[in-house]
């Protein structure tokens, strides 16, 4: 990440909040990130307009997808999960340690709103690994295999930037080059040492995934 965009972007914020201020009845609604906050300028400076009204429509994620799986009959398996599906349960100090993990991936709702409602998939292989100040997440395994970027955000979680790699393909994808690839999601802890990694619309499938992380033991 250059220090220039990053700069940039935090310049950019702090001259918009230096406008004339709204009247009280057309004040925007607050948002769960200060928007000039320079923790957060370092995603800010890459994530595309796109990623950005994902992340701004988490919430409506959750709801409809889980209004979606809970109407096509998936109540009891949702229940199951505890925490992991409950869109509230975000705890204090969300950075996972480096490390390999068992990452479990929930699909819920159907974006064309025929398809299945609810899959859970067997654990695959994933890995966290801290480079200076860049940490990184990498699914390993599994035809589908979200890789990318952890960035510092509130205190509840961290933003998630990255790619979609696919099938056999040696390499991921540089975010920002294919919109259908870019993913954006949020990290968060929900247990002792358990976190998960919440990708809200996704390109294909479902409206929400959820990819549950545990660290992986004998490994």
């Given amino acids: 990440m250059s220090g220039i965009l990053i700069a940039a972007a935090f310049a950019a914020c702090a001259a918009a909040q230096a406008e004339p201020s709204l009247a009280p009845s057309a004040q925007p609604p607050p948002s769960l990130t200060p928007p000039c906050d320079p923790l957060t300028a370092a995603w800010r400076a890459e994530v595309t307009d796109e990623d950005r009204r994902r992340l701004r429509d988490w919430r409506q994620a959750w709801i409809d997808a889980l209004e979606q799986a809970r109407a096509a009959g998936h109540v009891d398996e949702i229940a199951r999960e505890g925490a992991l599906l409950d869109p509230d349960a975000a705890l204090t100090e ?41 940490t990184s997440f990498t699914k390993l395994t599994g035809s589908q295999r979200p890789v990318g970027r952890l960035f510092a955000d ?28 870019d993913m954006i999601g949020l990290v968060e802890r929900v247990g002792d040492t358990r976190w998960r990694l919440v990708l809200p619309y996704p390109h294909f499938e479902s409206l929400l995934d959820v990819i549950e992380l545990i660290p992986a033991t004998g490994r």
């Fill in 94 to 134: 969300p950075a996972p340690p480096p490390g390999d993990y068992d990452c479990r991936t929930i699909k819920i709702g159907a974006r064309s709103g025929e398809g299945l409602a609810y899959v859970s998939y067997p654990p695959f292989h994933c890995r966290i690994e801290v480079h200076g100040e860049r």
């Fill in 154 to 181: 509130v205190d509840r979680r961290m933003i998630f930037l990255g790619t979609l790699q696919l099938g056999d393909e040696g390499r991921a994808y540089e975010y920002g080059v294919d919109d259908e690839r």
